[in-house]
C-alpha cells in the first residue's frame, strides 16, 4: 500500500511539473544520463506542450487561421493549465476551448471566435459519431402515409446543431479558404447544421423555421410536434420541403409510429 501511495504521488508531481514551469516536479528521481533532472524534466514539458498544441491544431484549423499561429500556440498553453488533459485519448482534450476563449479579455475584438471554436468541436463531434443506416425514400413515405405525422423519426448520430448571433459558417468557409473579396461581418444570426456525408463533415445553413424542426425531431419529438414548432417560427414553413432534404442526405435512419411509445389501453 505504501509503495502504491509513493507512485501515485510521484505519478501527481510529475503531472504537475508537466503542465507548470514552477512546479518542482519529482526531480530526484530522474536519471540523468548527460543531463541535469531540470533539463530533462524541459523535454518532457516541451514534448507535452508540443503533442497538445498539434492536437488543437488539428481540431480548430479556423481559429488557428484566424488567430494567427504564435498567439494560438499562446492560448492552447494557458489552456492545457486550466483544463489538464485527463486521458490519454487527445480526442477529448478541446472539448472546453470555446468555453476558455470566452472567459478572455483580449477576445472581445473578435466575439465570433468562440462559437467558429464552438462548430470545430462540433465538426470533431460528427465526424467520431457511430453509424447507422439510413432509411430508404419509399420506407419512410410509406410510414408516412401510415401513421401521418403522428410518427416519430430518429436522426443520424453524427447530426449537430449551432445557432450563432455571429455568421459563423460564414467565417470558417473564409479562414479555410481565404477570398480576395472582404470578409463583412454584419452580425446576422446562421443557424447551421452538420452531419457526416462519405467520410467527411458536412455543413449547411439553413432558415430558422426549418432549423426549429430538425432540432425538435433531434430531440425526439414527433412530426407533428416538430411541425407546429417550426410553423410558429414562420407561418408558411413547408415541412414537405424540410424531409425530402433530411432524406436526400440520408440522415433519417429511423421511423417509429407514436402509437408504438403509448401504453396500450387497459
Known sequence: MHDASALLEWQRQFLDALYDV???????????NGLEPDARLRIYRHSSEAIHIGALHVTY??????TGVDYFDQVVRGYRKTYPSRSGNLQEFGAHFAEYLEALPDIRALAYLPDVARMEWLRQESALAAD??????ETFMTALENAGESLRIGLHPSVRMLTSSHPILTIWRYAIQP??????????????????EEGEVAMAMVDPASFACIASLARGDALDAAHAVAQARDPAFD??????SLLRQNLITTIHPLTSFREAPL
Open 179 to 196: 477570398t480576395s473579396e472582404q470578409l463583412l461581418l454584419d452580425g446576422h444570426t446562421e443557424h447551421v447544421v452538420l452531419w457526416r
Open 61 to 66: 484549423p479556423a481559429v488557428l487561421a484566424l
Open 239 to 244: 415541412l414537405a420541403a424540410c424531409l425530402p
Open 22 to 32: 514552477d512546479a518542482a516536479g519529482p526531480r530526484e528521481s530522474f536519471l540523468g
Open 132 to 137: 447507422a443506416e439510413a432509411v430508404s425514400p
